[in-house]
């Protein structure tokens, strides 16, 4: 589940900058005012967003900076201690928790560019605080 956008949409990376199913491209964002990190990835053809957090331990997954898939790249992997997540959805299918799911960015894809959108808990950096306290 991720939550409904509350802001515009925010450039993130050209299109070309993700290839089918290679390096993420890496940004951050304030996930209730902590600077936190993100990633958008392709797979299958379409973007995905998540936040770099790991459903385990709240740490970042990648293995290398913009490395998230396993050596199959069918699967977003953690690299601390092996969870497997669905690419499409961020559900977990295995690993040390048998439950959840990373939290999701809304992103879209158009003419060329990949934008994402802000929501109640996700904001960009440069978000004043008062905008966050505001609506937390
Ligand atoms: S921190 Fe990700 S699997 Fe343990």
Same mark, same amino acid.
């Given at each position: 589940m991720h939550e409904a956008p509350t802001g515009e949409p925010l450039l993130l990376c050209r299109s070309d900058e993700l290839a089918e199913r290679g390096t993420a491209v890496v940004f951050d964002v304030l996930q209730w005012g902590e600077a !936190? /990190?993100? =990633?958008?990835?392709r797979f299958d053809g379409e973007v995905f967003a998540y936040l770099n957090r790991c459903v385990h331990v709240p740490t970042e997954m990648d293995w290398q900076p913009g490395e998230f898939l396993d050596s199959s790249k069918e699967y977003i992997m953690c690299s601390i201690h092996g969870a497997a997540y669905e690419p499409r959805t961020g559900q977990i299918v295995s690993g040390p928790?048998? /439950? @959840? /799911?990373?939290?999701?960015? *809304? !992103? *879209?894809? /158009?003419? @060329? *560019?990949?934008?994402? =959108?802000?929501?109640?808990?996700?904001?960009? !950096? *440069?978000a004043l605080p008062s905008d966050i306290e505001g609506k937390a």
């Open positions: !936190v /990190r993100a =990633f958008v990835l928790c048998s /439950r @959840g /799911r990373l939290t999701r960015i *809304q !992103v *879209q894809e /158009r003419e @060329g *560019q990949v934008y994402w =959108f802000p929501n109640r808990d996700t904001k960009p !950096v *440069q």
